[in-house]
């Protein structure tokens, strides 16, 4: 019997109010499930407004310990009453250290693990480098009911490193929150079809099906504005979208997939049997010296 599952990606603007982002985001892990999903993915930091477009140290209240947050708490319920799969987007405070993290939760509610954002930007209208420490979880698969799930944050899309390192711990998909959209300082700069292809690329390079949930919206942080691109779109194992939103207003997307019809394929293919890691030494420093 083939292990099929159903995977959703979701998108919403997020409002200075984190219960009302919390109770919207609800509502899309419960429509989705209704659609019949089984792995909901939400996007990047739903719980708030995008601060990291200016730098404030007010900002930081706003994160909380891992293993003491009410968000957390709330999507685990949520995640055993409805038997999904949720990698819930948080700020994380532990100790001296912030990080950009990820509760996956399990069908059950319990937590299968968490990953801390590796890649940490640093530009204009995305200076994440002034709240984030640059995670120390490396990439995972983490083990969940219906399937054995890898997942990056936002910036963490732009490397396919992490993608392959994802894929080589046996990660069935790959999933990305996400919070990308207009280049505040360029503002005739359009990187929404870049972004999309990147990952896309993932998914065609590691013949696995890449889901990625962004934020709609114009978000304002002191001076500066950004425009979310929205565009939460679902790529099939050879990197062909198959499921897309809008640039703009709230939407779900679903798309069922056959996780051993893929591994066949991909064993078949050989992409991994060929590979030749004793050559790729250049990987391992910034100069290409290995």
């Known amino acids: 019997m083939s292990r099929t599952v159903t995977v959703a990606a979701t998108q919403m603007a997020s409002s200075p109010e984190p219960a009302e982002n919390a109770r919207r985001a609800e509502a899309l892990v419960r429509r989705a499930h209704r659609e019949g999903a089984q792995v909901v993915l939400l996007q990047e930091l739903f719980e708030t407004p995008y601060f990291c477009i200016e730098q404030d140290e007010r900002y930081f209240s706003l994160a909380h310990p891992s293993l003491d947050n009410p968000l957390v ?27 950009n993290s990820i509760a996956i939760v399990d069908a059950d509610g319990s937590l299968a693990g968490t990953y801390r954002k590796s890649h940490i930007p ?16 490396g990439f995972r698969a983490f083990q969940t009911r219906y399937a054995r799930i890898g997942v990056a944050i936002c910036w963490d ?24 959209g207009s280049e505040p300082n360029h503002a005739d700069l359009d990187s929404r079809d870049h972004w999309q292809r990147t990952m896309q690329g993932h998914a065609a390079a590691n013949m696995r099906p890449v889901i990625a949930s962004n934020r709609i919206g114009r978000e304002t942080v002191g001076r500066t504005s950004v425009t979310f691109y929205g565009s939460s779109f679902i790529a099939d194992e050879t990197g062909a979208k198959v499921a897309e939103c809008g640039r703009a207003g709230e939407d779900v997307i679903t798309h069922r997939f056959d996780l051993d019809r893929i591994a066949a394929k ?3 293919w050989g992409i991994f049997r060929d590979r030749r890691p004793e050559l790729y030494g250049a990987l391992l420093g910034h100069d290409g010296r290995g």
Do not use: C
């Not at 708490?73 to 948080?90: W, Y």
């Not at 200076?127 to 120390?136: A, H, I, R, S, V």
């Open 73 to 99: 708490e709330r999507f685990r319920k949520l995640a055993a009453e409805l038997e999904v799969v949720l990698p819930v987007s948080f700020f994380e405070r532990t100790n001296n250290a912030f990080f």
């Open 122 to 137: 640093d530009g204009f209208g995305y200076q994440e480098k002034f709240y984030f420490t640059p995670g120390d979880t």
């Open 157 to 180: 899309q732009w490397f396919p490193e992490a993608a392959r390192a994802m894929a080589l711990a046996g990660a069935d998909m790959l999933l990305y929150p996400t919070a990308i």
């Open 266 to 268: 991909r064993a078949g």
